[in-house]
């Protein structure tokens, strides 16, 4: 069975500094997405970044890359720079077949 | 752009009713629907994906006769709660999905449906 685990129920970070919010995966799958969501407390889902899992270079958006290390199964997301809207949950989800699992999520807060 | 709309934003209704909630692909062909639930401070859990103009599949636990899904065109599906309870207060999500579901196929989300029921 997939599943996806996000150990950080919450992390703070000083703006202006980096900060890692881990995720691991489980799959018997050779092929699957990895993706990471942001979700403000309006609601709306928000995609930042994807990784495929034959992808052999880590994923780079503007401030958030993935990194990903498929033999430990993990896929952490790391954004620089934090800025205080980054605040926010932060869903890490894995594509299974036709269907997106999502993780526990992170909520991240951001202090000047 | 990729843009999904749900209406309504919020929606407050009594115990017993139906409720309706739509998602709409404003400017794409939407092949794939998909319903999502998500308690608060809890994670995004799938209820059922739904293709154009076939039956929904339904996740385990889900009831396909309370949770009543409707995807009559491209741009459009439907999620009703028929006769509503307390405990089926939630926030409900839709995403979309320009294809059949490949793996790296992103699903572009609803900005989701707050529904209370009293």
């Known amino acids: 069975a997939q599943k996806i685990t996000q150990t950080q129920p919450g992390m703070f970070v000083q703006e202006k500094e980096a900060v890692t919010l881990d995720c691991t995966y489980d799959?018997?799958?050779?092929?699957?997405?990895l993706f990471w969501y942001k979700q403000p407390s309006s609601g709306e889902m928000i995609f930042l970044i994807y990784q495929g899992s034959y992808d052999e270079q880590n994923a780079t958006e503007g401030r958030y890359s993935l990194n990903f290390q498929k033999a430990r199964k993990s896929a952490n997301l790391v954004i620089s720079a934090s800025q205080l809207g980054d605040s926010a949950m932060y869903f890490c989800a894995m594509s299974a077949t036709d269907k997106l699992i999502f993780g526990t999520g992170t909520r991240l807060q951001v202090f000047p | 752009g990729a843009v999904v709309s749900q209406h309504p934003s919020r929606v407050i209704c009594k115990s017993g009713t139906s409720v309706k909630i739509e998602c709409r692909s404003l400017d794409f062909q939407a092949t794939t629907m998909f319903w999502y639930r998500q308690f608060p401070k809890q994670s995004l859990m799938l209820m059922a994906t739904?293709?154009?103009?076939?039956?929904?599949?339904?996740e385990q636990g889900v009831e396909k006769d309370k949770f009543l899904i409707n995807h009559a065109s491209l741009t459009l599906s439907t999620l009703t709660v028929t006769s509503a309870h307390p405990e089926d207060s939630s926030f409900y999500i839709c995403?979309?999905?320009?294809?059949?579901?490949?793996?790296?196929?992103?699903?572009?989300f609803g900005p989701g449906t707050r529904l209370t029921v009293t």
């Open positions: 995403s979309a999905s320009k294809s059949a579901g490949g793996l790296e196929d992103e699903q572009y």
């Open positions: 739904s293709n154009e103009g076939s039956k929904a599949t339904y």
């Open positions: 799959t018997s799958d050779q092929s699957y997405g």
